[in-house]
């Protein structure tokens, strides 16, 4: 269910330093007390899934898509129940996971429509320069 790619290992390894920024950032205990910034938070949400996604989905032969789509959208659920059981601020938002939703639907649509194969591009667009 992997594409033949030829860093796999360095995809993957960037893969999970985004899931772990991501983690850090959605799980910090100090929440923004602007309400200006309710939409900038609802947009983060959408890019930071949405980013994620895509970057797997290039990964990933869309056979494996769904599981994708399953995974990141427990991701999401995850990351909010968590922020309201840590009683420190931050409390899960049906909002922040219909953004995180949202981000996981359209970076699935884009990549079936042809993003998919970026980290293939990016391959060969290194082997041409070298």
Known sequence: MLRPLNWMAAWWCGGFAGLAIIVYLLLDPTPPVNSLQFHSDKLLHFLAFGGLTGWFAGLLERRAWPFLAIGMLGFGLATELIQSAMR????????DFAA??????IALLLARVGFEHWALFFERWFRQKG
Request: proline share 0%; glycine share 22%.
């Open 88 to 95: 420190m601020g931050r409390l899960a938002e049906l909002g």
């Open 100 to 105: 995180d939703a949202a981000g996981v639907l």
